[in-house]
């Protein structure tokens, strides 16, 4: 399957998140929470809430092989 861009001005954090999950086979938030060594309740409350810091939202992106790239609005 291609993976596709995320627009994340049009699309929620938690959504971004099940979509890249869904295209890299990656099947619970607990392997996220691992992949930055925090618990999996706090990892879902940050998504939950949108407190997930962009540093972490970024290593767990590249986890699933995105690259989060930053544009100027046109």
Known sequence: M?????N??????R???????AEAGVE???SLAR???????TFRSAVGNGSLRLADFMKVAE????????????
Do not use: H, N, P, Q
């Open 15 to 21: 959504t971004a998140l099940k979509i890249m999950m």
């Open 63 to 74: 986890s699933m092989g995105y690259t989060v790239i930053i544009r100027a609005s046109e």
């Open 28 to 30: 619970s938030f607990a």
């Open 8 to 13: 994340l001005a049009k699309t929620d954090m």
């Open 2 to 6: 291609e993976r596709r861009e995320i």
């Open 35 to 41: 992949t930055l060594d925090i618990k999996e309740t």
